[in-house]
Structure formats: structure tokens, C-alpha cells
């Protein structure tokens, strides 16, 4: 089995979002791209607009009747942890699959830039391949520039590295250099703030009923 995790706020989750993990789905032969909202990024500490509850329903909304899209609970509130770090929900995800999945981490251009700040950063590659999906503004032109230090790097096919430590683990790094997306989650807080009845064709239109349902972002 081939399965990615995708975090995120998905504060809300649009087409953006749809696109690159279809993207990423399809250039790995990827069984399952895993949803998975966040109940607090430790990287965003002013939290998310909506309750998780909120984000959870939308995300399975956008992901309802899309093949090979599942939504995971791995990154839910946990009393028992301080904070949702994505290195130990990598490893209790490995922990709980059997050990001959392919497991890959899927990111947009924007959180790999920040990912040496990541609790642990030098392990993440090594929990999971990373795929790193193209994001407008992002320059993705040295990708190792990105990278925690002592990693060693090094193409093996167009957009595919080998990154390799000092432990001697290896995993690869797939680019997504196609994925186009001018769309944030922020601008389209902001829009529907603006204007509440407002219909963002960015939005997948049951998120966007729920939105206006629940009143969320006004
Ligand atoms: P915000 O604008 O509030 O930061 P966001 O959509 O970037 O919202 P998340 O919902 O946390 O934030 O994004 C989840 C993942 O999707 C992140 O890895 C992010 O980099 C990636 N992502 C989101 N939007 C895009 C986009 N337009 N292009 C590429 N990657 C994206």
C-alpha cells in the first residue's frame, strides 16, 4: 500500500487542496492521499477560525465520492499530548499500518520552506517521502536550501531526490511542479467576511452550503 498524510487547517479546505493531493495521488500510484485536519498547528498559534468540529465536517464534504481520498482523526485534540507535532503523528500513523506501507507526507511549497522549524524536522523525511507540491510565489528552484540540516540530497530522475542521512536512512522527495493553485484559505476567510453571501468558485459547493448553514467566517 502506497498512503500519504495530508495535514492541515483546512480552515476551509478548497480546490487547491482537491488539486494537489489528486496530483500527487496520481504521479505516485498513491492508494490513499489521508485528510487529516489539525486541531492546533503548533506553527500557527493564533488556532484556526473555525472549531475543528467544523473543519472536519467540511473536509469530509470536499473529499465526499473522490476515489482514493479517506479523512483521518490522526491529528484530532489530544489531552494526552501537548501539541500536534507531524513528527509524532507520522510515527504513531507507521506504527499502526502494516510495515511493508509506503508512507509519504504531502506538503505545499510553503510549509516545506518552514519545515527545518518543525519539532524534530531531521526525522520527518525519514518517517516519510516527502512530496512537495508547487505553490504560486514559492521558489522551489534549490529545494535543498529548504531542508533541515544534514541531509544530503541528490536528483536520481527529473523532480525525484534521494535524501540520505548520517544515520544512513534514505527516502525520496517527489516534485509537483504542476500544481498552479492562487488560492489560500486565508483570502477566502476574508472574502466570505467581506461578503458573506459571497460564492467562491474555489470552494467545493457542499463546503461552501456549509459555510452558509453555519454561519462560519462572518
Ligand atoms: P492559509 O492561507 O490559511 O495558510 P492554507 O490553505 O495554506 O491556508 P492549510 O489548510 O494548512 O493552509 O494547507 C494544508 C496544506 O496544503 C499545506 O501543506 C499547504 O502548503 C498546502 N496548500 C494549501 N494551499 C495550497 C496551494 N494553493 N498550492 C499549494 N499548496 C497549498
Redesign the pocket.
Do not use: C
Given at each position: 500500500m502506497r498512503i500519504a498524510f495530508?495535514?492541515?487547517?483546512?480552515?476551509p479546505p478548497?480546490l487547491?487542496?482537491l488539486g494537489?493531493a489528486r496530483a500527487a495521488q496520481q504521479t505516485l500510484a498513491l492508494d490513499t492521499v489521508l485528510f487529516a485536519p489539525v486541531a492546533q498547528?503548533p506553527l500557527k498559534p493564533s488556532g484556526s477560525s473555525a472549531s475543528f468540529e467544523d473543519r472536519v465536517a467540511m473536509t469530509q464534504l470536499a473529499i465526499a465520492g473522490q476515489p482514493n481520498f479517506e479523512l483521518s482523526l490522526a491529528d484530532a485534540p489530544n489531552p494526552a499530548i501537548p501539541s500536534n507535532y507531524t513528527a509524532d503523528t507520522l510515527t504513531r500513523l507507521r506504527q499502526s499500518l502494516p510495515t511493508d506501507t509506503d508512507l509519504y507526507l504531502?506538503?505545499?511549497?510553503?510549509?516545506l520552506r518552514t519545515l527545518a522549524q518543525w519539532h524534530r524536522a531531521a526525522e520527518i523525511p525519514f518517517l516519510a517521502n516527502l512530496i512537495v507540491?508547487?505553490?504560486?510565489g514559492e521558489d522551489l528552484s534549490d529545494i535543498s536550501t529548504h531542508l533541515p540540516a544534514g541531509i544530503a540530497i541528490q536528483l536520481t530522475q527529473p523532480n525525484r531526490y534521494r535524501l540520505a542521512n548520517a544515520q544512513g536512512q534514505q527516502s525520496q522527495l517527489t516534485l509537483l511542479l504542476d500544481?498552479h493553485?492562487?488560492?489560500?484559505?486565508?483570502?477566502l476567510r476574508n472574502s466570505i467576511r467581506r461578503n458573506p453571501s459571497t460564492q467562491p468558485a474555489l470552494i467545493p459547493e457542499p463546503v461552501l452550503e456549509y459555510i452558509h448553514h453555519h454561519h462560519l467566517y462572518e
Amino acid at each position: 500500500m502506497r498512503i500519504a498524510f495530508f495535514g492541515g487547517t483546512f480552515d476551509p479546505p478548497h480546490l487547491g487542496h482537491l488539486g494537489l493531493a489528486r496530483a500527487a495521488q496520481q504521479t505516485l500510484a498513491l492508494d490513499t492521499v489521508l485528510f487529516a485536519p489539525v486541531a492546533q498547528q503548533p506553527l500557527k498559534p493564533s488556532g484556526s477560525s473555525a472549531s475543528f468540529e467544523d473543519r472536519v465536517a467540511m473536509t469530509q464534504l470536499a473529499i465526499a465520492g473522490q476515489p482514493n481520498f479517506e479523512l483521518s482523526l490522526a491529528d484530532a485534540p489530544n489531552p494526552a499530548i501537548p501539541s500536534n507535532y507531524t513528527a509524532d503523528t507520522l510515527t504513531r500513523l507507521r506504527q499502526s499500518l502494516p510495515t511493508d506501507t509506503d508512507l509519504y507526507l504531502l506538503l505545499g511549497a510553503d510549509s516545506l520552506r518552514t519545515l527545518a522549524q518543525w519539532h524534530r524536522a531531521a526525522e520527518i523525511p525519514f518517517l516519510a517521502n516527502l512530496i512537495v507540491a508547487a505553490r504560486p510565489g514559492e521558489d522551489l528552484s534549490d529545494i535543498s536550501t529548504h531542508l533541515p540540516a544534514g541531509i544530503a540530497i541528490q536528483l536520481t530522475q527529473p523532480n525525484r531526490y534521494r535524501l540520505a542521512n548520517a544515520q544512513g536512512q534514505q527516502s525520496q522527495l517527489t516534485l509537483l511542479l504542476d500544481t498552479h493553485y492562487e488560492i489560500s484559505a486565508t483570502q477566502l476567510r476574508n472574502s466570505i467576511r467581506r461578503n458573506p453571501s459571497t460564492q467562491p468558485a474555489l470552494i467545493p459547493e457542499p463546503v461552501l452550503e456549509y459555510i452558509h448553514h453555519h454561519h462560519l467566517y462572518e
